[in-house]
Nanobody, 113 residues
């Protein structure tokens, strides 16, 4: 059974940082491109970042230079280091694998003063 479990969200002030984690199971993890996505209230889900099996990365325009995606193939984990957070980053953040229809429960990130 494919499963993604996100954690690490919370409330942070503008300019702060958070590190999200995603534990994947039920897939041949090292063979998949993994991605972080987010959905803010009233908006469509959008791409945050992806990372290929060889750790090539791609970022959405709104997070370039602020966020860093990484992976640990030995632990089946994907991470998202988020720096210089602003109120527009407030959203539920999800991880998933490429071509997967499975989504986790997400982790809420709230940026507010």
């Amino acid at each position: 059974q494919v499963q993604f479990v996100e954690s690490g969200g919370g409330l942070v002030q503008p300019g702060g940082s958070l590190r999200l984690s995603c534990a994947a199971s039920g897939i041949a993890f090292r063979a998949y491109t993994m991605g972080w996505y987010r959905q803010a209230p009233g908006k469509q889900r959008e791409l945050v970042a992806t990372i290929t099996p060889s750790s090539n990365t791609n970022y959405g325009d709104s997070v370039k230079g602020r966020f860093t995606i990484s992976r640990d193939n030995a632990k089946n984990m994907v991470y998202l280091q988020m720096n210089s957070l602003n109120v527009e980053d407030t959203a539920v953040h999800y991880c998933t694998a490429s071509n997967s229809s499975v989504w986790g429960q997400g982790t809420q990130v709230t940026v507010s003063s």
